[in-house]
């Protein structure tokens, strides 16, 4: 009977403490603007959400970490520490935070894809830029406006750019008897026309055959001449020219502009590249290259690849073969348009401590330290001031590259860049991925218009729901 | 003294400690499984994008899910439907689900028969047709992500060498994508095979004792004595499967994370309901749409489980039950 008792009253415990947990108090987010001074003595702390982008590898986290104990070291009034979490994660982790009150000081490096999908979750700092008459001018162009919103507000500060280049396989054009790409940014006989004729060159089959035998064998390619798979089809119809660049919509983001003429002659090409020609790989043969790391051009499955310079990272030193960088090519309109990215670090608008958070920004992305950063991410630093010191550590790294392709090739950055935002971005990206999909798993060479013309009416359909509740 | 209107009575006082020590399961069932389930039901008339308070949009979620079938039907045009990608997902999972569930109750029943036999090792044999069921979705997944690859994986060469045919794409060709996952799906039929073995070992002996003597041979018997007396366990598994099937995830997540086509492979072919219901939640930052979905798939469930249990009382026999009594 006492032993009963004890196990009743034992449970009246344990439910009214299960009651009382979910019943505690709500944390609230402060207001954007506000700054909450910490108790004297004590150090504001500055988290650093990394995971949006690149950043979570061994090497990079401990290099972060160095950072942030030099920064300590400097400042006695703010502790900086990074927050560390796996790419897959990043974004539910990030919402589950802002939601839940507890939002990171500061988010990046993030493309400008990321940065506009949670565009109305940034701090605008061009009220900071104001009070502090905080000199931006030192930034490339293409830095500060590939993360401004429509409306002009100033979501972050850029660390670097990423412009995008082609890595050639020196071994293949060596193999193929075939000169290699030029290098002279002002030569306009380097063609997308000119690039699939050297593609099909390079394109080899097991008994040796390049495409443009009459013996070659499209079932049995060991190098493909040209791929540019960690691209999406944004990423693939930017360089073609259409008045959007590399929106698929209208400036008003009202009307889908998917099946724009230049596009459709782009993705007819890739179409053909991988149908026709044969110097693209399909679905199929890419996802057998390089099973485990999905890096083509690293195990010499790719003869010309077309990246950014967040590809250039340690391990290009010990590849298996020679290689070199190089512009891309022309279009078919005479322009020169390369898709680039630009890395930020934001201050969401729901974070504590913005002031603490806005010293740190600008402490990072200063002169000294902005190189140490993109030592770790792989990017070209956004400041034009470094540019000689980051080409002297390029070349440092790797030596007998072109890095002179690297400082042309910023010049020639996508506005509208082909991450921007546009209502509704993940469905709209996910309908063009399936798009790009469909060109290359259905087995056969499409018909760019009816593909495009299709895509764009399911693109038009999201847009007008859109604005329909907006 | 006591005051006689508050005594209980002994049955009172029983059933009392009874609720009382359920209590914290009752408690925790309400607050972690009934108070969500209100919340999404709420959430699914709702826009909602986690990051702003949830507005009310009264049954748009549901019109957008549901408008369009008529118009799609009679033209054969699947862009007139008010979400095509939906009825795609909800397309892939019923394709999986009529592959995937017949296969898996046949071929782990049929694993279990022969396991069922007095031979020396039989226990090692067991464990071995047992073991991959235990191994965690991932790592399932990861693995035969590589078998199935077309040109390092080791399926196509054995194909190859013992039909002198080709390999297909596997899970790079949108045809080939669900039968792989139906494939790789066949591989974890222990436990199944486990409920049916434990099922088997329960059949009374003495009724193959009165078929043998009867003159029943091996079939008849298998026909006539085991088939029967196993339905509880067959029907066992088939709720049980059906309901895991419509929640298929963790697999084809890891296999077509990165991949060609993104998350549900190429052409949207291995875009099963739960994946789509995932990119709405956390990828398009429709948390509203998502609970919306989630709410149908369980009216789809609910009614095709209750169907099941409806028609168990024609097939499901239970040991000393005459047909159609208690």
Same mark, same amino acid.
């Given at each position: 009977m006492k032993t009963k008792s004890l196990w009743l009253i034992a449970s009246l415990i344990l439910i009214a403490s299960m009651i009382l947990t979910a019943c505690g108090p709500k944390t609230t987010p402060p207001s954007a603007g506000e700054t909450q001074a910490p108790p004297a003595g004590e150090k504001v702390k500055v988290t650093i959400f990394i995971g949006m982008g690149t950043g979570t590898d061994p090497e990079q986290i401990t290099a972060e970490n160095a950072l942030a104990a030099k920064f300590n070291s400097t400042h006695d009034n703010i502790e900086m520490e990074f927050l560390i979490v796996p790419y897959e994660q990043s974004r539910e982790k990030f919402q589950a935070m802002v939601s839940g009150g507890t939002a990171p000081q500061l988010v990046g490096p993030m493309g400008v894809e990321t940065s506009g999908q949670f565009q109305d979750l940034w701090e605008d700092l061009g009220p900071y830029i104001q009070r502090d008459n905080y000199d931006t001018s030192d930034f490339y162009g293409p830095a500060i406006e590939l993360n401004k919103t429509a409306d002009g507000k100033n979501i972050g500060l850029p660390v670097g750019l990423y412009p995008s280049f082609i890595f050639y396989n020196k071994n293949a054009f060596d193999a193929a008897g075939i000169a290699y790409p030029t290098h002279d940014f002002n030569d306009k006989t380097w063609t997308l026309a000119k690039l699939r004729e050297v593609a099909m060159q390079v394109t080899m089959d097991a008994n040796g055959k390049n495409a443009t035998s009459s013996d070659f064998d499209p079932a049995n390619i060991v190098t493909y001449g040209f791929d540019d798979s960690w691209g999406n089809f944004r990423d693939w119809a930017v360089i073609w020219g259409a008045p959007n660049v590399g929106r698929p919509t209208t400036a008003d983001f009202k009307t889908a502009t998917v099946n724009a003429p230049e596009w459709v002659t782009g993705i007819q090409w890739y179409s053909d590249a991988i149908w026709v020609d044969h110097f693209m790989a399909d679905g199929t043969a890419l996802s057998a290259i390089d099973p485990a790391n999905g890096d083509p051009f690293a195990v010499g499955g790719v003869a010309i690849w077309k990246s950014h310079t967040w590809y250039m990272g340690d391990s290009l030193n010990d590849l298996p073969f020679k290689w070199d960088i190089a512009p891309a090519p022309y279009n078919q309109k005479g322009e020169q348009i390369f898709n680039g990215d630009a890395d930020v670090f934001a201050i969401p608008a729901s974070a504590k401590n913005k002031d603490a958070a806005w010293e740190a920004l600008k402490w990072l992305v200063n002169e000294e330290n902005i190189l140490e950063m993109c030592k770790i991410y792989g990017c070209m630093p956004a400041r034009k001031s470094v540019a000689e010191t980051y080409n002297t550590t390029l070349t440092e790294m790797y030596p007998g590259i072109d890095t002179s392709v690297v400082f042309s090739a910023a010049n020639f950055i996508d506005v509208s860049n082909h991450e921007g935002w546009v209502p509704d971005v993940g469905r709209v990206n996910e309908i063009l991925a399936n798009a790009l999909s469909k060109l290359m798993t259905e087995g056969e060479n499409h018909d760019a218009q009816s593909l495009l013309d299709e895509t764009n009416a399911e693109v038009q359909a999201i847009l007008d729901e859109y604005w329909a509740s907006h | 003294m006591k005051n006689p209107r508050l005594r209980l009575s002994l049955r009172q006082k029983e059933a009392l400690s009874g609720y009382l020590f359920i209590s914290p399961w009752i408690v925790g069932f309400l607050i972690f499984t009934i108070g969500p389930m209100i919340a999404s039901l709420y959430y699914s008339f709702t826009d909602y994008d986690i990051i702003s308070p949830p507005r009310w949009n009264n049954f748009a979620n549901y019109k957008k899910i549901f408008s369009g079938i008529l118009p799609a039907i009679l033209n054969q *045009? #699947? #862009?007139?439907?008010? *979400?095509?990608i939906f009825w795609q997902s909800l397309k892939v999972t019923l394709t999986y689900a009529v592959m995937a569930l017949p296969l898996g109750l046949i071929f782990g029943f049929f694993l279990a028969v022969l396991l069922n036999q007095k031979v020396p090792g039989v226990n090692i044999w067991r464990t071995i047709y047992f073991l991959p069921s235990v191994i965690a979705g991932v790592a399932v997944a990861l693995l035969w992500g590589r078998i199935f690859n077309p040109r390092v994986g080791i399926l196509n060469p054995i194909i190859e060498a013992i039909f002198h045919v080709k390999g297909p794409g596997w899970l790079g060709d949108p045809h080939w994508a669900v039968p792989a996952l139906v494939l790789m799906g066949l591989w974890g039929v222990g436990g199944g095979m486990i409920i049916y073995l434990a099922g088997l070992q329960g059949v009374p002996t003495d009724l193959y004792d009165a078929a043998k003597v009867d003159g029943a041979n091996m079939f008849q018997r298998f026909w006539h004595v085991t088939l029967p007396m196993m339905t509880p366990v067959i029907f066992y598994n088939l709720v049980l499967g059906m309901i895991g099937t419509f929640q298929y995830f963790t697999e084809v997540y890891v296999l077509t994370s990165g991949g060609s086509g993104g998350l549900g492979g190429p052409v949207r072919s291995t875009l099963f309901y739960n994946l789509y219901l995932y990119e709405n939640a956390f990828r398009y930052n429709q948390m509203g749409y998502a609970a919306t979905m989630a709410w149908i798939l369980f009216v789809i469930v609910l009614v095709l489980t209750l169907l099941v249990f409806r028609s168990s009382e024609y097939w499901v026999f239970y040991e000393g039950q005459l047909k159609g009594k208690d």
């Open positions: - | *045009d #699947s #862009s007139r439907l008010g *979400d095509p």
